[in-house]
């Protein structure tokens, strides 16, 4: 807790204090060689992040974002087809699959997990699409295009319920991306293969993001692409550089979508350290748990037993939320919301013709959810203020209450 008793949201400035010299190291080396693009540090920093999600390939890009449109690009999502997503993320989900040619659509999520439920997804493509063995297509009837891709999203740090997705991937011939800007490191037990998975292992391909706030936070703007499968990997080595096959050779058109050599190296120094951060993450989400469950108005995340999240997000569900976030502005405690406005009702997408009432689960999220401070360095004294003044709040209005309706 710093001097004036402000409990920040993130605390980005220690974990950078704690490594300034190997950090700085990093910049000298960079300097001396003036190795800014591509080379060893890319290099090393690609293989031991494809090492960290169990994944044969990692290729670095410039944002989180770039990622998932490479991504994407690199499957071969057809030009205006539809890819499937979820309303309640980060615009950048929804963003890379337009930027990536396709049109993105939306399965609502489940009401205890807030990532995608597999039985909208099911119902989807079973109520809205036909399936065409013989060109193994899936056509959604209404707007006559083709869904090619679905994008489920890890959110807070909690991997989707990846089973029933990819079988039903499977089953309609969709590529599958997972969005996994807020998972570096999140696992999934598969039921079906009986094993943990890495967040990033398990769809065709998958996009990180580094943006300095992540789990995993450049000193700058970053991204990755994970996959298993070579082609893919090599695609977008090309769409990252300019369509580059080699130096001038240019197979495709390309972008400028490359991993600074000074932030590869900045992320090689911060990977050794994650699973440590992630685990000390875990911890404060259990103290939270235990200084919150007397707690009623407060709804605690919900881990099932196939996942382990890192809690990127520490997210309450909660009653009076516009009330509570000012109370706890108010007493200086950092809070967060993740997302207040849902995608389908963001005005980029108002063409997509979605109203308000079409994803009932997603819009419920974005008035009840609450995201209290969580990062690895909040300390057990700061949690007890941060739900003591939870509790205190809704203490004060039950007695209200019991005012009000003594009054009557
Ligand atoms: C951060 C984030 C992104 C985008 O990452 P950038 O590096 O900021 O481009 C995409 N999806 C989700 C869910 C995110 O949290």
Redesign the pocket.
């Known amino acids: 807790m710093s001097l004036n008793g402000q409990i920040p949201f993130v605390d980005l400035v220690t974990p950078h204090q704690e490594l300034e010299e190997e950090l700085v190291a990093v910049f000298r080396s960079t300097l001396r060689t003036a190795g800014f693009i591509g080379g060893p540090m890319v290099d090393g920093f690609e293989r031991e992040f494809a090492q960290f999600c169990d994944t044969n390939f990692c290729i670095g890009v410039s944002?989180?974002?770039?990622?998932?449109r490479f991504a994407l690009m690199a499957a071969g999502v057809e030009q205006q087809s539809i890819a499937l997503t979820v309303p309640n993320?980060?615009i950048?989900?929804a963003e890379?699959i337009s930027q990536a040619g396709a049109r993105p659509d939306f399965v609502d999520v489940d009401p205890a997990t807030y990532t995608m439920d597999p039985d909208k997804l099911r119902q989807y493509l079973e109520t809205q699409c036909d399936y065409d063995p013989h060109i193994r297509k899936t056509i959604h009837k209404k707007l006559c295009r083709p869904v090619t891709a679905v994008v489920p999203?890890?959110?807070y740090g909690q991997m989707a319920d990846m089973d029933p997705i990819l079988e039903l991937a499977t089953r309609y011939n969709l590529t599958v991306i997972e969005?996994a800007?807020?998972a570096h490191g999140a696992e999934y037990f598969s039921r079906k293969q009986n094993r943990w998975f890495k967040a990033g292992s398990m769809g065709h391909a998958a996009?990180f993001?580094?943006?300095p706030g992540?789990n995993l936070g450049a000193c700058g703007?970053?991204?990755a692409v994970t996959t298993n499968h070579e082609q893919m990997a090599a695609k977008i080595r090309m769409l990252r550089d300019h369509g580059q096959s080699k130096k001038y050779y240019h197979d495709i058109e390309g972008y400028n979508g490359r991993l600074d050599a000074l932030q590869a190296g900045i992320l090689q120094v911060k990977l050794k350290h994650l699973s440590d951060w992630n685990q000390k993450r875990r911890e404060a989400a259990s103290r939270y748990k235990e200084l919150l469950s007397s707690v009623d108005e407060v709804g605690l995340p919900f881990e099932p037993t196939w996942a382990k999240s890192i809690f990127?997000l520490y997210v309450v569900a909660v009653g009076e939320r516009n009330e509570l976030l000012d109370h706890l502005r108010a007493e200086n405690i950092g809070q967060g919301i993740h997302y207040p406005v849902p995608v389908h009702l963001q005005k980029p997408y108002q063409s997509l013709g979605y109203w308000e009432g079409d994803f009932p689960i997603a819009e419920r999220a974005c008035r009840n959810l609450l995201s209290l401070p969580m990062h690895p360095y909040l300390s057990g004294e700061e949690q007890i203020r941060i739900t003591q003044v939870i509790a205190r709040f809704y203490a004060a209005k039950r007695t209200t209450s019991v005012v009000l309706s003594g009054a009557r």
Request: proline residues 0%; contains cysteine; charged residues 15%.
């Open positions: 944002s989180g974002t770039d990622a998932l993320t980060f950048a989900t890379a999203v890890h959110l969005d800007c807020q996009g993001s580094f943006y992540k703007e970053a991204g990127h």
